[in-house]
Structures are given as C-alpha cells and as structure tokens.
C-alpha cells in the first residue's frame, strides 16, 4: 500500500482514538498511547464489530459486543471469544498529520 494522509492528529490525546479514514472494506483507527501513535483496522477478528465503538484502555481494545481484547501495538488477541489477532498498520506522525503506510 502507498502512503496515506489521513489527518489532522492536533486532537488526539494521550489515551485518545478516533477513526480517520476508510481504507479498503473496514475503517482505520488511529490511537495515541504513551505519546506513540498505533493504527488497526475497525473490525473484530472474533464477528464484524467496530472496534472504534468499544474502549481502549492503555494498549488493550475491547469490543463492544462480545467483550474481545486485542492489544493494538502487535494485533494479538488477548481473552475469548476471540482466537485470531486484528490487523495493524504502521502509521507515523509527519509534520502533525497522521500517515499511514510503510
């Protein structure tokens, strides 16, 4: 995948995420923990949950429907239901704008 810009990251907190952009069949969301940017796409690996919908709290994010956790720095999964991981992207701060690609 090439480069994409996807954003203004001047709002996005310590602790914080938001969805930025839809890149293929699901979003990508964008958190800042412990002042690293962290990209995922907005799909539960376990059933097609927005994963932008439930809560992250430090590296895990849960989900909102079954109760999922993922940690959003490697993708893995780290209680049931869910057996797969979800998948990362490398994203990176350029000049206060979020881009996401290699």
């Known amino acids: 995948m ?10 996005l907190g310590d602790g914080a995420m938001r969805v930025f952009a839809d890149i293929g069949s ?4 964008v958190c ?4 690293r940017l ?6 539960c690996s376990h059933r097609d949950a927005r994963l932008s919908d439930g809560r992250l709290r ?3 994010i849960t989900c909102p429907v ?3 956790q ?12 869910a057996t797969s991981p979800i998948t990362v992207r490398v994203v990176r ?3 206060g704008r979020a881009v996401l690609g290699d």
């Open 2 to 11: 090439s480069e994409v810009d996807l954003g203004d990251l001047s709002d």
């Open 26 to 29: 699901h979003g990508v969301v």
């Open 32 to 35: 800042r923990i412990e002042g």
């Open 38 to 43: 962290h990209a995922f796409d907005d799909n």
């Open 58 to 60: 430090g590296a895990t």
């Open 66 to 68: 079954h109760g999922a």
């Open 70 to 81: 993922f940690d959003v720095r490697t993708g893995e999964h780290r209680c049931a239901p």
């Open 93 to 95: 701060d350029e000049s």
